[in-house]
């Protein structure tokens, strides 16, 4: 809150959000087909009509339009709500190593995802072809709500959720789903296994204009709404009866918290599959960089995941073009060496 | 105002909170105090509506506490909590900042950066300001949440302060800084109630002080009234010593320590504590226990006195051959004593000569102006002479081990004719040896249908002198108690325990002479005189004249009458305070003599006050 303090905070704003935008143009240019970012910018220039003289290859304007857009701005979307989700629900948990998994979205997409693509052809046949490709999408976001609904129900004592229940109910939520999948996958033959394992490592390879369009609010109000509860989620820090004695109500922000985060975790899963480490480790560098206050956490998150997920997409992208990588294998495997470093030189403010 | 209205709370089947009800205005510094599981944490948890109490309401400012929304709560009252643990790295200055979050929407306003400032400076923290949270000590993190909880409610004038245990964890000069504050705002309006530990602090900073016991409101009042032994010694069962500055008017209490030898409670260690002889163990637990006094520890230790009196022998204690006649008729040479007559709730000390010694088939009897005695010799077992430092003194005991009756030398005792008293009864063999305990069996009370009820009231209706009512129960086979209750019309009446203090009190104030019977199996020792410095403290009634003491406690007291008996010389009344077995504590008559009536001030007094 100090005058230093607020200062280094907007040179990271400014620093991610310059960052975030020198990787949507330099993503955009990258892939199987290389569009030069001089070009980029002059497409981008031509389309706003600020520019319109400058004229470019129409090949690179369609790539960019119906290709690569589309993608790098779900890249965008799915890194914001994970970031910000994960800030939020490590909150709410008072615990540093919380992310949204552990209140069972990802298990209970995952489930729901297995189970579609797995008994695609004896259940959901007649299903699938009337919703297509959206049949994948909406049954993992039900799968996210339902198991973050359960896991809420069953925390709930007194009409109060509790969060030490509700990490129980969430790692035994987690472990049915678990299990449910596992079941279904040791079913599926050789095709859906090739499916599942993809769907498991996520990939934004869906990304068209019509998935970007209909994540976009799912993704949107989260990211408005979730920083309204920072004070709130602040204050969870010193705990809960403290927090209801500055004046707030502890479970209504628990309540709101957890849906605005499934919501986006949830939406985001269900188009890209789970994508990894980018909840739990997105959070911790921002706070080990700018401080602990949700006020700041929450946006930088949001702005830290497009930046990661972006960059993360096109290294899928390009590494071993024109094989596309899962992005969660990008993800962990960028992730888990910047966590290493952290944890080791900085393990006491990590943990606690 | 805040109005506590006989608040319970149960849960589980536990009763935590039982009918409490007090009420604290703005000004006052209320302390709560009451030993661990006394249900304090439980009671601030209801003031501060973590929890809904089962029964009763509390009442903030006229308006139940429940119709209140968070937000008007939290602009009224705040809470520091006993327990408070930040789980990020938040700084110093963001969680004192929490504290105004009911304030402002977005971004601190002036008055809540002044706020922060203020309260960070009195709670000694700006050095922290920029600090993690996670760095800082238990008693540091304590000091930033005290600056929070303070700033949550810098800019009211009449709120109300809830800290439980806020200076756990503190180093002395902030548990004075804390406490310092809560009183500095108390006077300026606030209304604080906080649970303290430490009895000396609280005494110190509270105006007022409300001891819980077992989820009872047990005092409520001024440290002066409310910290007193044997308050303290009910919540805490602490032993402890309490004095009030005179010039500061601050009580202190100085609690006695423990002292506990691990081989009583750790079997590992036992070996040396068993091996230990009894006088070991006498002389531990007396340094343990300075002020127990001997009968105390014999039960303590569930032996009897006599034999913890005989690991002395050799040393300061003699055992005297049991000629007791013999040794009682030397005692006049002694000249000014002071006599001992004791059973389990009553203690009679009589100063005086003990003179005219005669023998009659019943007892021996010391019919001196002073010291007046009926001694039944027959359970006179063991005698003893004590001498330690100035204090000199002959005591008996019976077959048990109970004593029976002691005599103590004063300062104008003979005391050359004791030394040569206790020379002469000297017994040979001074080793210790074992008394067995004698086990009592009370005769069972007969049925009333086999009592003739109509002999019995015609006997005692034609009584010539009082003395005939203890062959009257043998001749009826009656026990004490069922004689009175089957008592003529108007023999015996039960009274309040209160008659008793305000008989005496009566007696004192009117100077009318009494005469008070205490006894026990071998003895009966009555004090015939006036009364007169009245001394109860706690549940012991007791008399301290410079000739005559008496120390009666009243919880021993099972019930009280009023009993008539008729003599030659008209009505004899009584006042008789029986323990729970029937047996006689105490027995007070007006002092009279035979062939005399009974004092018509004596009958005044009873008549005026037995209620």
Redesign the interface.
């Given at each position: 809150?100090?005058v230093e303090?607020s200062f280094k905070k907007k040179i990271i704003y400014i620093s991610l959000s310059a960052g975030l935008l020198l990787a949507i143009l330099f993503s955009l240019g990258m892939g199987a087909m290389k569009i030069p970012v001089l070009d980029v910018l002059a497409i981008f220039l031509n389309k706003t009509g600020l520019a319109a003289h400058i004229t470019v290859d129409p090949m690179y304007e369609n790539v960019l339009q119906f290709v690569r857009l589309p993608r790098v701005l779900l890249g965008l979307l799915v890194g914001a709500a994970l970031g910000i989700s994960g800030s939020a629900i490590q909150?709410i948990f008072?615990?540093?190593l919380a992310e949204p998994g552990l209140i069972g979205i990802s298990a209970g997409a995952s489930f729901m995802a297995v189970s579609i693509i797995g008994l695609e052809f004896v259940l959901f046949a007649g299903l699938g072809k009337v919703l297509g490709f959206y049949l994948l999408a909406f049954g993992s976001f039900a799968g996210a709500g339902i198991a973050a609904m359960l896991v809420y129900q069953l925390s709930k004592t007194d009409g109060k959720p509790n969060v030490a229940t509700m990490l129980l109910a969430g790692i035994a939520i987690n472990a049915l789903a678990g299990a449910l999948t596992g079941l279904i996958t040791y079913l599926a033959d050789e095709q859906q296994l090739r499916t599942i394992t993809f769907w498991m490592l996520g990939s934004l390879g869906g990304a068209n204009w019509q998935v970007v369009n209909s994540l976009f609010p799912f993704v949107l109000i989260p990211v408005i709404c979730l920083p309204f509860y920072s004070?709130g989620l602040?204050?969870f820090?010193?705990?809960e009866?403290?927090a209801?004695?500055?004046?707030?109500?502890p479970g209504r922000i628990k309540a709101r918290v957890v849906f605005l985060a499934t919501l986006a975790v949830g939406a985001s899963v269900s188009v890209t599959g789970i994508i990894g480490f980018v909840g739990l480790l997105v959070p911790h560098t921002i706070?080990l960089m700018g401080?602990?206050?949700h006020?700041f956490v929450l946006p930088a998150s949001a702005l830290l995941g497009a930046l990661v997920l972006t960059l993360s997409d096109m290294l899928a992208r390009t590494v071993a073009a024109p094989i596309e990588l899962p992005i969660g294998v990008i993800t962990a495997l960028l992730g888990t060496p910047v966590f290493l470093y952290i944890l080791v030189k900085d393990k006491?403010?990590i943990l606690? | 105002m805040l109005r506590v209205e006989s608040v319970s709370y149960e849960t589980g089947n536990r009763l935590l909170l039982k009918d409490i009800s007090f009420s604290i205005k703005g000004g006052e510094m209320v302390a709560i105090l009451g030993a661990n599981g006394a249900g304090k944490s439980t009671l601030m948890k209801i003031l501060c509506r973590e929890k809904q109490p089962t029964a009763g309401r509390v009442l903030f400012d006229g308006k139940d506490l429940r119709e209140y929304s968070a937000k008007e709560m939290a602009a009224k009252r705040a809470t520091l909590y006993q327990q408070n643990s930040v789980t990020m790295a938040f700084t110093v200055q963001e969680v004192v900042m929490m504290g105004r979050y009911g304030h402002y929407s977005s971004n601190p306003a002036e008055r809540d950066l002044r706020a922060m400032q203020e309260t960070m400076e009195v709670c000694g923290i700006n050095y922290l300001a920029d600090r993690s949270m996670l760095t800082l000590s238990g008693g540091e993190q304590q000091r930033v949440h005290l600056a929070r909880v303070l700033a949550q409610l810098w800019d009211n004038k009449e709120a109300l302060l809830l800290l439980d245990e806020p200076i756990s964890g503190m180093d002395l000069q902030y548990q004075h800084q804390t406490l310092a504050i809560a009183a500095a705002l108390a006077s300026k309006g606030f209304m604080v109630i906080s649970v303290l530990h430490d009895i000396n602090l609280a005494a110190q900073y509270a105006d007022r002080i409300l001891m819980l016991k077992g989820g009872r409101k047990w005092w409520d009042g001024s440290p002066m009234e409310v910290l007193t032994s044997q308050h303290i010694y009910t919540a805490f069962a602490v032993h402890a010593q309490v004095e009030t500055d005179p010039k500061t008017l601050i009580t202190h209490v100085v609690p006695e320590g423990v002292l506990l030898n691990a081989g009583t409670f750790n079997s590992n260690m036992a070996i040396n504590y068993n091996n230990m002889t009894l006088k070991e163990k006498y002389q531990a637990y007396q340094q343990a226990h300075p002020k127990k006094r001997i009968l105390d520890i014999a039960k303590d230790f569930n032996i009897s006195e006599a034999q913890l009196l005989m690991t002395g022998l050799g040393d300061q204690v003699t055992l005297l051959r049991p000629e007791m006649d013999n040794i009682l008729k030397q005692v006049e040479n002694l000249g000014h004593v002071m006599a001992l007559t004791r059973n389990e709730y009553c203690v009679n000390e009589r100063k005086g000569t003990y003179q005219n010694f005669s023998q009659t088939p019943h007892a021996a009897l010391f019919l001196g102006e002073d010291i007046d005695l009926r001694l039944f010799l027959s359970k006179w077992k063991l005698a003893f002479s004590v001498s330690e430092g100035d204090n000199n003194s002959l005591q008996f005991f019976d077959e048990s081990g109970n004593a029976v009756h002691k005599i103590y030398l004063t300062g104008q005792s003979d005391k050359e004719n004791f030394i040569k008293l206790v020379a002469h009864f000297k017994a040979e063999q001074q080793a210790f040896f074992e008394i067995k305990p004698v086990l009592k069996t009370n005769r069972p009370e007969r049925r009333d249908a086999e009592i003739d009820i109509q002999g019995f009231h015609t006997a005692w209706n034609t009584m010539k002198d009082s003395h005939e009512f203890f062959g009257l129960l043998h001749r009826f086979g009656l026990n004490r108690m069922q004689a009175l209750r089957l008592a003529p019309e108007g023999r015996a009446m039960q009274m309040s325990l209160e008659s008793f203090r305000r008989t005496i009190a009566h007696c004192a104030v009117n100077e009318v002479p009494v005469m008070i019977f205490t006894g026990n199996e071998g003895c009966i020792q009555i004090h015939t005189g006036s009364v007169k410095n009245l001394a109860p403290t706690g549940s012991w009634f007791n008399v301290l004249d410079p000739e005559f003491n008496l120390h009666v406690n009243e919880d021993g007291v099972s019930s009280l009458w009023h009993v008539v008996k008729p003599s030659t010389d008209g009505d004899v009344n009584s006042l008789e305070l029986y323990n729970k077995d029937g047996e006689v504590i105490l027995q007070v008559f007006g002092k009279r003599k035979p062939g005399i009536p009974e004092l018509e001030t004596w009958r005044e007094a009873l008549a005026g006050i037995l209620v």
């Open positions: 809150m100090g303090g909150g008072r615990n540093p004070k602040n204050l820090a010193i705990g009866h403290q209801e004695q500055i004046g707030l109500n706070r401080g602990v206050d006020k006491k403010k606690y | -």
